[in-house]
């Protein structure tokens, strides 16, 4: 079901965030959300974005998000920051979440790199109301530039540590030293640009299966996006008998999709594992974040991964 939400109020939360506070009509209560979730927002010039909720997952009356303004966008994030103003009426989905808090953990480790802050503050809320013991780490470059920095210093306190790099790769988070050692029953939340998820990844080899969670901030559409070194290659789908021509500017899911595939996708960036599809034969290049390297075998991320120069992919479609 769609929900009508109001902007209610927008603020400046950063020199390039806004903070858009959303919601229904007076007295109605909106649908609970869970820390972790996001809304998808049909803006006034038609496209559609999520956007994490940061407010307590308590409250019932309003969504609170974070948009970065972010000019190499595709239009969602100048839109907001340009257009939106208080009073607007916006279309949005029920709360979904991809990217929920494991409540049965005994310490959690938060990272947020920039605007990947706002689903973990959503988090600290939450795990402040259950007594849950956690560490937030805040990667940003600058203090002043850091989204919503005391609104985190309030709710985590002495639990917090900025990681401020001023620009400096020396000085960036050493996300491997911070988690050398498993607290146990740790689980580690993490949301930030792809960078910062696959150094917690390369990180945590031998952390047991669940416990390292992460979402991509979908600000990183460049690191997914087609390379110009990128070459054409062929799929041919195994039960159709069909073969799909796939160019170097396009992805396997918009060739499938142009053909009128129904692939279900979520991210699109190959973090959350849904357009999993089955690789009969080739070698693909894998770009994705899921797959483990015996799965990659076997299966293949449509919505990033392609073929090794020269190869053809034959898939179970
Ligand atoms: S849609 Fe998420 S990995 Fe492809």
Not at 105 to 128: D, K
């Amino acid at each position: 079901m769609s929900l009508q939400l109001k902007v209610h109020a927008i603020r400046k939360a950063a020199p390039r965030v806004i903070e858009i506070d959303l919601r229904a009509a007076e007295g109605v209560a909106l649908p609970a959300f869970t820390a972790g979730a996001h809304i998808d927002l049909t803006l006034g010039n038609g496209i559609e974005r999520s956007y994490s909720l940061l407010n307590d997952p308590a409250e019932t009356h309003r969504y609170v998000t974070g948009v970065l303004l972010d000019h190499e966008s595709k239009g969602g994030s100048i839109w907001i920051h340009d257009k939106l103003k208080v009073g607007d009426v916006l279309t949005a989905s029920e709360p979904i979440n991809h990217f929920p808090l494991n409540e049965a953990g005994a310490h959690y480790i938060l990272i947020a790199g920039g605007i990947g802050v706002t689903p973990l503050i959503a988090m600290a809320h939450r795990l402040n109301a259950t007594e849950a013991d956690y560490r937030f780490h805040y990667y940003a470059r600058m203090r002043d530039e850091a989204a919503f920095a005391p609104e985190v210093e309030a709710l985590a306190g002495t639990r917090l540590t900025m990681h401020c790099s001023g620009g400096d790769a020396a000085k960036r988070l050493d996300v491997a030293t911070l988690l050398k050692e498993r607290p146990s029953a740790a689980h580690v939340y993490v949301c930030g640009p792809l960078e910062l998820i696959r150094a917690v990844r390369e990180a945590t080899p031998d952390w047991p299966k669940g416990s390292v969670h992460f979402e991509l901030f979908h600000g990183d559409e460049a690191a997914t996006a087609p390379r110009s070194t990128d070459q054409a290659f062929d799929v041919v789908l195994q039960k159709s008998g069909r073969t799909l021509h796939v160019p170097p500017d396009k992805k396997i899911l918009d060739v499938l999709k142009a053909e009128g595939y129904k692939i279900k996708v979520l991210c699109t960036d190959g973090v959350c594992g849904t357009c999993k599809v089955k690789l009969l034969s080739g070698v693909a290049d894998h770009r994705d974040e899921v797959l483990t390297d015996e799965e990659r075998e076997k299966f293949i991320q449509v919505c990033v991964s392609r073929a090794m120069p020269g190869e053809t992919l034959v898939l179970d479609l």
